[in-house]
């Protein structure tokens, strides 16, 4: 079986850790166990978060020269070659020997019209507290938002992934048995100008978003979308809580979840399974294996057949192609599938 497994940037980095060197590899090696455990018996391809860390770099390239930060693009560079050396190294430390492992710098292409540029939701960085948060907004033009928890995050935008690039190069690795870890970050943003260039563009592209396209694109049988929760919740937060076990879309499109926590991995689970998945599964790291095999998590399995039209990366469209075998698929922000 081929799975496409989207590690969680609070997966990698643990809520209130500090974001030191050390902290980070002792969770990557925690994740590499797990890793390795599904690579025993099927053929992965990992994608991973990086918010904590490219939150953490844009504070550094501000300290350093605050009048000319790094753009989000090339920070979201950097955090695909550190994060997928760490996961590399670890991977292939858990690995028998003899195992193939590769990891690949994935520029994703969104929409300069994606209505995302016009409303930064996508939180990334630290947690600030008020006055920290107006110091960064005042000094860095940054865009700020309260958190349920009371503090401060900054938001940046989040457009739509239209195709992966060099999804090709991608699909060549894994047909010579590699394990892949691409699309870290859900891929380096980048659009297209007037004049056909490719450039690259300030904002950070959902990871959900991306391992969904890349699933679809690589074919996978499965798509695990792990975090630092067991499952998706009903009435998250309250007494009534019940977690959610197997679903279909169908079932799951109703649910009122945050835009920025879980509605993104349900509205991804959502758009495989309906494009033609055979699973999506949500839940926490450790579960990996479990939710594969249907013991743990919240699983989306195809529901009902239905004749239905897809709104894929924002553009109405008839099918899966390309001419560099790319794959656009997508809903509309609300999880709708229309």
Not at 68 to 96: C, F, H, K, R, S
Not at 295 to 307: C, D, E, L, N, W
Request: charged share 20%.
């Amino acid at each position: 079986m081929r799975v496409v497994v989207a590690l969680g940037g609070n997966a990698l980095l643990q809520r209130g850790e500090p974001m030191t060197a050390d902290a980070q590899a002792a969770n990557v090696r925690i994740a590499a166990t797990a890793l390795a455990d599904l690579a025993r018996d099927h053929q992965i391809v990992v994608a991973h978060g990086n918010g904590p860390q490219v939150g953490l770099l844009a504070l550094q390239g501000a300290a350093y020269d605050p009048a000319t930060p790094w753009p989000l693009d090339v920070l979201g560079a950097e955090t695909e070659g550190m994060i997928g050396y760490l996961i590399e190294q670890e991977l292939m430390n858990a690995l028998p020997e003899g195992s193939r492992c590769a990891t690949l710098l994935s520029r994703v292409e969104v929409d300069p019209k994606d209505p995302a540029f016009g409303n930064p939701s996508k939180p990334i960085g630290p947690v600030y507290t008020a006055q920290e948060a107006e110091r960064a907004a005042r000094d860095h033009g940054w865009t700020m938002v309260t958190e349920a928890s009371g503090g401060r995050r900054r938001v940046v935008p989040s457009p739509l992934p239209l195709r992966i690039v060099g999804l090709d190069a991608i699909k060549v690795l894994l047909g010579a048995g590699h394990t892949v870890i691409c699309a870290g970050g859900g891929g380096i943003p980048v659009m297209r100008t007037a004049d056909g260039r490719m450039t690259g563009v300030e904002a950070v592209i959902d990871k959900d978003r991306t391992a969904a396209l890349l699933a679809l694109g690589v074919e996978a049988d499965a798509l695990l979308l792990l975090t630092d929760v067991p499952a998706v919740f009903r009435h998250f937060g309250t007494k009534d809580q019940t977690a959610i076990g197997d679903s279909t879309p169908e079932a799951l499109e109703d649910l009122d979840l945050a835009p920025g926590s879980m509605g993104p991995k349900v509205s991804a689970a959502i758009a495989f399974v309906s494009a033609g998945g055979t699973l999506a599964g949500i839940g926490q790291l450790s579960d990996a294996r479990a939710i594969l095999e249907g013991r743990a998590g919240t699983r989306v399995i195809p529901g009902k057949a239905k004749t239905r039209r897809h709104k894929l990366s924002g553009r109405k469209t008839s099918g899966l192609t390309g001419a560099d075998q790319s794959v656009s698929v997508w809903l509309d922000d609300g999880g709708a599938i229309v």
